[in-house]
């Protein structure tokens, strides 16, 4: 099977050498080197690569006689399976590129077996999905789905104030171009995400493959909280508006929000400025990441964070600005779709558990515009996001025979 050597092809790209982490972040050497990487797995198997307006990558594998050229294919019903490049920081090897590598290795499959599309079958690796520079996730498939406005995409900026308009141009791309591609969504018939379980669902079972049942509800808020900076040792308690102990009553607050309504909330990035040991913040500025079963309980979850953030910045003379930098509805996934992929994965013997998650996936937000759909490959400790992400090579490689499987029965028939 030629996954491994696609697998460790990638694995080098962006690694950093102390964490063990990936930092892959979109129109940076890292990602350009990614997209490298794409172009030439997709030339190495004759298909044709495309870049899309929005930065996504397409490897477009046409049926015999196909037109082929220079856009996406006609007639509506391409296949397309795969997933994404980047990283959040330091994350592992196996979020998002383990479902372009088995796309990759899927097609190699099929073609050992001789089989040959009846229906376009298309790689996909969406730009910038976890957000992890300019903090809008899955931006490539929101941009290519109309889900976010180009003028406000151009516009985000990451924590060096590079504008993300800036950034794809330096890397040759022209963001006046981004936005929604509704020639390129009306050519796909169906997606299909391959990713590594971020949970522990399967680990325990005799199951190495699930099939997707739906997202939960998820969003990141921003919350800045500015304050008066001051001296460390002579600023009476009683003097200071220092924003850090807000911001901090808001930890502890999404943390038991969180554990009331069995929901999830992350503060995993904050800022203090101007930063000195010896002084009373001027700002801080943490995010929150919060999804739950449904869109109630996010909403409970996200206004007692925010009801606590305010009262304990009122308590400390504090200002407070909260803004939703991105808002994912809950998504269940196409039943037709489903159906298929169970019907596909037990006709191989294959048995496939169907489970909801609450990570985010370009499946999500392309399902409100195309049947979409996902397989998870078992994840031993379930952690993601992280160095030690992991998933075995015997696991990995029953993804590409289910993979293949799929793609088979939508494609080559
Ligand atoms: C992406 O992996 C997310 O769920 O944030
Ligand atoms: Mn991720
Ligand atoms: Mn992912």
Known sequence: MSFAGLWDSLLPVGRDGASGGYRRFSWTPEDAACRAWFTLAAA???LRVLTDNNGNLWAWWDPPGAPGGAGPPAGGEAVVTGSHLDSVPDGGAFDGPLGVVSAFAAVDLLRERGRVPARPLGVAAFSEEEGGRFGVACLGSR????AIDPGRARALADAAGVTLAEAMAAAGYDPGLIGPDDELLAAIGAYVELHVEQGRALADTDAAIAIGEQIWPHGRWRLD???RPDHAG?????????PMLPFAAAVLAARQA???HGARATVGRVIAEPG???AVSARVTG???ARGPDEQVLQAVVDEVLAAAREAAAGHGVELAVETESATPAVRFDPTLRETLASSLAARGIRAPVLPTGAGHDAGVLAARVPSGMLFVRNPTGVSHSPAEHANPADCAAGVQALAAVLDDLACQ
Request: hydrophobic content about 45%; aromatic content about 8%; overall charge negative.
């Open 258 to 260: 969180a554990a009331t």
């Open 225 to 227: 909280f500015t304050g």
């Open 276 to 278: 000195a040991i010896n």
């Open 234 to 242: 002579t600023a009476t308690l009683a003097d200071r508006r220092d």
């Open 287 to 289: 995010w929150l990441d």
């Open 44 to 46: 190495e198997r004759g």
């Open 143 to 146: 941009l290519m789905t109309g």
